[in-house]
């Protein structure tokens, strides 16, 4: 099912049809902000605390098998009006049967999309609610559940189900961003039915005679720069004199890191720098060498353990940068050429491997004015759905409907109108 056939189903046509849509439209909004009179909302950022999971972690089965999986949601402070739930599997072993949504949601009453494709060995899911009183609040919260068979073709090892963290998004009711803080995947194990023990065999047995042993050598084999850092918001489209933090995460993949030197670049014109700070990747790092220079575009920061502490492996956010958005139009926030990664299996050497910057987009204050008269009103409103669900680039598509910049026209950019409708620059 989907929202455009939906929408094809109900309107009328011709001019009557315009003016139910408009009618339609209107009430559902008046609706919105009628259910959720007398709630105050904050138009503050809400931070980024949702986490999704599948459950169970991990399942052991067998060739022809049946399996379910649950997606849960914990929101924590978020209140979550919508979500773009996209997983990847192991077609050559896993065949999903059917994908349905869960009995915690069921306020977020709005399906936009149920697809799942066992040739690419993707799941998609998307809906949302139009009324903020319907938003979603809980630990465990059940989402989506997807149910599935271990084909009889299986080879015996391990299937990841993991979530496509790009695509995978999720919607508050206060700020419209994506609050999804981290994903935590599934795996089965597949395993024979049946296991033959083979007949052991009688083997000569040769006399072992000793051998020259060479002396060890020291060798830099092990010293692999494997280490990468990114940068991440919430959001890529930010109003001008909002405020953006952006976080440096880290995934030391096989180093066993103890310290780092990050130097971030951007454009002084665009953006300024407020603050940069520490982030959780190292408990109770020593911070040191804390630089913001706005006149040549500069935030750099050294931050590592102390010398009680222990090295790590993992991946996580290793220092926060805060920026303000002075002026509209394209821009970039990158790595400068001074980042080091110290750590211990590399013998004094860089273990940085690779970096990946952030594009961001400056616009002008009232996000959700897609038509750009200065009003977010049912205009922007119907421009907005009648392209949902496609990709900016589409033939056809309007991109000024992919209010975010992320390339699609979804859950994400609807909620920017639904923040500002009825507001007036």
Not at 307 to 315: C, E, H, N
Request: charged share 15%; proline share 4%; no cysteine.
């Amino acid at each position: 099912m989907t929202f455009r056939r939906n929408i094809n189903k109900k309107l009328p046509s011709g001019t009557l049809g315009i003016l139910a849509l408009v009618v339609i439209v209107t009430s559902v909004v008046i609706g919105s902000f009628v259910a959720t009179k007398g709630q105050r909302v904050e138009k503050s950022e809400a931070a980024a605390q949702t986490s999704l999971s599948l459950s169970p972690s991990t399942q052991n089965l067998t060739p022809g098998q049946n399996f379910t999986l649950n997606v849960k949601m914990n929101t924590g402070t978020n209140r979550v009006i919508g979500y773009d739930i996209n997983l990847n599997f192991d077609s050559s072993a896993l065949q999903i049967n059917s994908i349905q949504k869960g009995s915690g949601v069921t306020a977020i009453d709005q399906e936009v999309k149920n697809v799942f494709d066992n040739t690419a060995g993707t799941i998609s899911y998307s809906a949302f609610t139009l009324n903020l009183a319907n938003g979603v609040q809980g630990t465990n919260v059940d989402t989506l559940v997807i149910s599935g068979t271990v084909k009889s073709s299986a080879s015996q090892g391990t299937k990841n189900i993991s979530f496509n963290t790009t695509t995978t998004k999720v919607s508050d009711a206060v700020d419209p961003a994506n609050v999804l803080q981290n994903t935590t995947g599934a795996s089965v194990t597949v395993s024979s039915s049946t296991t033959s023990t083979p007949t052991p065999n009688t083997t000569a047995t040769s006399t072992p005679r000793p051998s020259s042993t060479a002396t060890p050598q020291p060798t830099n084999s092990n010293a692999q720069a494997t280490t990468t850092l990114a940068l991440n918001a919430i959001k890529t489209s930010i109003a001008v004199n909002q405020n953006l933090p952006v976080n440096v995460t880290i995934n030391t993949n096989t180093n066993d890191v103890i310290g780092a030197d990050i130097d971030i670049t951007f454009d002084k014109t665009r953006m300024q720098a407020l603050d940069i700070q520490a982030g959780s990747f190292f408990s109770s790092p020593d911070v040191s060498n804390k630089i913001i220079d706005n006149t040549n575009g500069h935030a750099k920061i050294t931050v590592n353990i102390p010398p009680s502490g222990s090295a790590k492996r993992g991946t996580g956010t290793i220092a926060i940068v805060t920026f303000k958005s002075l002026t509209e139009g394209v821009t970039r926030v990158d790595f400068g050429n001074a980042n080091i990664i110290a750590a211990l299996n590399m013998n004094g050497l860089n273990a940085l491997n690779s970096v990946t910057g952030l594009g961001l987009t400056v616009v002008p204050g009232l996000l959700g004015d897609i038509n750009r008269d200065g009003t977010v009103d049912i205009v922007d409103y119907t421009i907005l759905f009648g392209n949902f669900g496609k990709n900016a680039t589409d033939a056809g598509a309007d991109a000024r409907a992919d209010i975010n910049n992320d390339g699609k026209i979804n859950i994400l950019d609807y909620t920017y109108v639904f923040e500002n409708f009825g507001k007036t620059i």
